[in-house]
């Protein structure tokens, strides 16, 4: 009747009807609304608990089901039970007896958010060694030393030293420069317990063949870099390789080269050239840190660089038709932070000097 009488009425007096005053179901307050308002509202509370009681049932149901499905699966094993499943016997892992050192002595020449992708990048680098049938024997983080990028003459970005110079000389902690503090807190400081893992909380890559403990003679130190006039032909056993540990988007050219030439370290390129990859680079030669580590691991169990850079350079890279190519323009590389698209992720990256996020350039030697 109500309905019926209120479908007579002009829309403008309709309008002008007055509110009505009721308790929302939801909130328990008085509140005015229209009639027509007031309807849906309890239409939308009515229309939920529906939903909610329905979910409730729904579930019960699927728990049920569930429960009746393993007990029938359980019964049909008992009666037909199948042949054990041989699983392969897993190699045991045959390290290969040299150190991977990755010096994370230019925090003052990145932002925060490139020590970040940096931070990430390690993460994946360790995970590839870990899951190598050939991995290095030990890797070594070290963080600053007596040589900063500023100290070498090269400007720290936006957000870089001039903000967190606590995190720049050669006394601070590696466990307080911005890479440090990432892996202490985002991976709640598992870093400490990795196998075949070193963190050198001071000293930098100066102090692995100074001081009281030294542990590399600088002789078999190799800082691997894009910008070397060496190309390295293998990897040997009972030598130390040194990856630049920086994320600069391409920043800071020849950065690695001139800190190995300052601290007197020999340094040496990958062998990124058409004769090993039968093709060219469709790409800038920017690699992250997993990448690199993926190229180096990938020597190490195969032998071969061919099978090595195919499987630590991304597909985007590499152009399907072979292309003439200087061997200068090939070569020029560097490690980058990304999310991992193959841990691969990406796992470590090449030995390059610049980085891009996607590509996060952690400064390997190649």
Known sequence: MDQCKEANVPEEQRRKLPPVTITDPRSGEKVQLSKTAAKKLL?????????????????????????????????????????????????????????????????????????????????????????????????????????SGTSLGFAPPHGGAHQFPESSTKDSSLFQDRVGVQMETKNRGSWRRWTRVMLREYGGIEGLSRGPNPICDPSNMVYLTADSDHTIHELQEGKTYIIGGIVDRNRYKHLCAKKAEHLGIPTARLPIEPTYLGQALNARKVLTVNQVFAILVGWTETRDWKAALQRGLPS???????????????????????????????????????TNPEEATTKPCD
């Open 43 to 147: 239409k939308r509370v009515q229309r939920q608990e529906h939903k909610d009681a329905t979910k409730q049932e729904r579930r019960a149901k699927e728990r049920q089901r569930r429960k009746e499905k393993q007990i029938q699966l359980r019964e049909e094993r008992k009666k037909n039970p199948l042949p054990a499943a041989a699983k392969p016997a897993k190699t045991p892992a045959i390290a290969f007896k040299a150190n991977l050192v990755v010096d994370l002595g230019f925090d003052d020449l990145m932002t925060t958010d490139e020590a970040t992708s940096l931070a990430a990048q390690l993460g994946y680098l360790y995970g590839e060694n870990r899951a190598s049938s050939a991995p290095f024997q030990q890797l070594i983080f070290t963080g600053a030393g007596d040589t």
């Open 316 to 354: 985007r890279k590499l152009q399907n038709n072979a292309q003439a190519c200087s061997s200068d323009a090939i070569l020029h590389n560097t490690l980058s932070d990304n999310q991992p698209e193959s841990v691969q992720k990406d796992p470590a990256q090449q030995i390059t000097e610049h």
